[in-house]
């Protein structure tokens, strides 16, 4: 089944520690994304890849680094310097054109204690 | 720029009554439309899309028509189940293809038996 894999599913940190989220798609997509989504939020755009090796920043991409060495990964660190990094973690992707949705993962869960 | 509202939610509904969602959005052009759906602790899935102009989107009752004059995309089902409890998210993509997706906040459907 093609689709898209986020790991773990929940995650748990203490303050000060970098964590990196994994995403994983098989559907052979080129674009890829990273949201944030707070409770009652909707969501808020973090990084996106449009191709390999290139990555633009979104909306609130401080506190936050990625990279996309392979086509089918595209992992999101929260850093130390992220000031509130608690929420739902999302990744999606899409073929990259304009009709195209976006298709997406189950979501990583971060808490921070 | 482009953006999307949605209606505040929550809203609550019997089973069987009939449900409307307000979406309307902001943007140049001709951008595609959505409606993802979000059920509790999981990712967004792709409910209906539309790509242009008096399209009509539709799957498992829900319907959406892309009205350009009005510039809204309402979300409609005839007959609600418990089941479709669910938060319900209106997108956009643009015309420019920047690959930026803008999502409203969300509504959130309680439907009760």
């Known amino acids: 089944d093609g689709g898209i894999t986020q790991s773990p599913k929940y995650l748990f940190r203490k303050e000060g520690q970098n964590v990196t989220l994994s995403c994983e798609q098989n559907?052979?997509?080129?674009?890829m994304y990273w949201y944030r989504q707070d409770p009652g939020q909707g969501l808020r755009l973090i990084y996106y890849?449009?191709?390999?090796?290139?990555?633009q920043k979104g909306d609130i991409a401080e506190g936050y680094s990625v990279s996309r060495e392979k086509k089918e990964s595209f992992p999101l660190t929260v850093t130390s310097a992220q000031k509130n990094p608690t929420a739902f973690y999302l990744c999606?992707?899409?073929?990259?054109?304009?009709?195209?949705?976006?298709?997406f993962g189950p979501g990583t869960r971060l808490t921070v204690l | 720029g482009n953006s999307v509202t949605q209606m505040e939610g929550p809203v609550t509904l019997s089973e069987e009554a009939f449900l409307t969602i307000n979406c309307t959005y902001t943007?140049?052009?001709?951008?595609?439309l959505f409606w993802y759906v979000q059920y509790p602790g999981e990712g967004l899935q792709l409910l209906l899309k539309?790509?242009?102009?008096?399209d009509k989107g539709s799957n498992k009752g829900f319907e959406a028509t892309y009205r350009k004059e009005t510039t809204s995309f309402h979300l409609e089902k005839g007959s609600v189940q418990v089941s479709d409890s669910a938060v319900y998210f209106c997108?956009?993509?643009?015309?420019?293809?920047?690959?930026?997706?803008?999502f409203g906040t969300g509504t959130r459907l309680k439907v009760l038996a």
């Open positions: 999606a992707s899409s073929i990259g054109g304009q009709t195209d949705e976006q298709f």
């Open positions: 997108a956009l993509s643009p015309t420019s293809g920047t690959y930026k997706y803008i």
């Open positions: 559907l052979n997509h080129d674009a």
């Open positions: 943007a140049t052009g001709y951008p595609s």
């Open positions: 890849s449009q191709i390999v090796n290139d990555f």
């Open positions: 539309a790509t242009k102009a008096d």
